[in-house]
């Protein structure tokens, strides 16, 4: 960190849904990558953390228990002896709200869905000195530690696989005259495995109060809508090693990434085959590699940390801790049941009764790991096959295109 902002800023953040609290995670650490979080999910425990003194407060009014604007009275009471910087963020934009709010002096009064750049220009002349700059290394690995037991630790807090599509470009092709095009963005990014997750998992929190799960992406964005589909997106960007800059892990994700989208493209063309959902079955094959890449991307965090790592160590991870890593992240993130099942029928089909989705699924899988001269005939009379009544001639017509 430089001599011009020597001290270390604690921020509080107090955020009902899940996504909303990483997104304002990943701006702030982008400004000030050293800062001390202090995060919380309810009213109650952000009262209880203004003793901890935060030098910058980003509360939901939205909160449980607690209001937001509860949570500013109390900080206005109990720190009357300093002017807290305390942003109030809020999905209602009317003005007897507004004027509720003013009388407490809040530093501002930002309005769900957030702009994303405007926060952060904000944040920045909070956060930051005038011509300070602050420098983070990556943290160091613990003494001791192996590649193993580093996996092990963060299977069940990764933050998913990397990123595949060109985020900032994906952006820049669906704003127009009018703003973002939601459906140009769809477009634009329906083939990257992390963002479909994301958005999925954001559109079905409980924030979003809607019946009936989104199981595919145009689904999930026409829910959370064009802005703020397009801070998630975004927000997933910020974070580190969002990107794989190693050649040879990049190398393996792009397999992975190829078999993820020749298993959804299978996927659609069976669903539409058997009158099914198409796009659903495109969703559930482009997801079932999550978990490979997501161990890819924790790799890549290995070898920040300066962690030693060869080609036999990338092969056994991915081999030892693919599948733990995908169904770990599938129900951190409460994928769809549905949506999950399909891809469980990707890798098995389960005992007892199989549904036709299932049966599509497990067969788009066999036709997308079919190599350039395998022969389709074990696929042919194979047990999935033969349940689906596809003959070999459909076989071979979908092989072709």
């Given at each position: ?22 997104l ?20 109650l ?6 003793s ?19 949570v ?38 930002l309005?769900?869905?957030l ?10 002349t ?9 420098f ?53 990014v ?8 994301v ?15 989104a ?36 190398e ?17 063309t069976l669903?539409?085959l ?15 590699c999550?978990g490979?890449?997501?161990?890819l991307?924790?790799?890549q965090?290995?070898k ?8 036999e ?89």
């Amino acid at each position: 960190m430089s001599e011009a902002s020597v001290t270390v800023p604690r921020v509080l953040i107090a955020e009902t849904d899940p996504w909303t609290r990483d997104l304002l995670t990943q701006i702030i650490l982008t400004v000030r990558c050293d800062a001390v979080l202090d995060i919380c999910e309810n009213g109650l425990q952000a009262v209880a953390k203004l003793s901890l003194h935060p030098d910058l407060v980003l509360a939901s009014r939205e909160l449980a228990g607690v209001d937001g604007l509860d949570v500013l009275r109390h900080a206005r009471r109990a720190l009357r002896d300093r002017p807290l910087p305390f942003i109030l963020i809020s999905s209602r934009s009317d003005t007897a709200s507004v004027r509720e709010a003013l009388p407490l002096a809040p530093t501002a009064y930002l309005t769900k869905p957030l702009n994303v750049e405007s926060l952060r220009q904000r944040l920045q002349t909070l956060l930051l000195s005038e011509g300070a700059a602050v420098f983070c290394e990556v943290p160091p690995l613990i003494p001791g530690m192996v590649l193993n037991r580093y996996l092990d630790m963060r299977r069940e807090q990764s933050d998913g696989a990397p990123l595949l599509a060109d985020v900032q470009v994906a952006v820049k092709r669906s704003l127009q005259a009018e703003g973002l095009n939601l459906k140009l963005l769809e477009e634009e990014v329906r083939t990257d495995p992390q963002i479909t997750a994301v958005l999925i998992a954001a559109a079905n929190s409980a924030a979003q109060h809607r019946e009936g799960p989104a199981q595919t992406l145009l689904q999930a964005m026409s829910r959370l809508g064009a802005t703020q589909s397009m801070n998630l997106i975004l927000g997933l960007a910020l974070k580190r090693a969002a990107r794989l800059t190693d050649p040879e892990l990049a190398e393996h994700a792009e397999l992975y990434w190829n078999l993820s989208l020749h298993t959804a493209e299978y996927g659609r063309t069976l669903a539409r085959l058997m009158n099914l959902e198409q796009e659903r079955a495109y969703c559930a094959g482009l997801l079932h590699c999550l978990g490979d890449l997501a161990v890819l991307r924790c790799l890549q965090e290995w070898k920040l940390a300066h962690g030693d790592l060869t080609g036999e160590q990338i092969q056994a991870s991915l081999k030892g801790y693919g599948a733990g890593f995908g169904s770990a992240l599938r129900t951190r993130w409460r994928l769809p049941l549905e949506l999950r099942e399909l891809i469980a029928a990707i890798y098995q089909l389960g005992g007892g009764v199989y549904s036709r989705d299932a049966l599509a699924m497990n067969l788009a899988a066999q036709m997308a790991r079919l190599k350039p001269g395998d022969d389709l005939e074990t696929i042919s009379k194979g047990k999935t096959a033969r349940l689906l009544k596809i003959s070999p001639i459909e076989l071979q017509r979908m092989r072709r295109n």
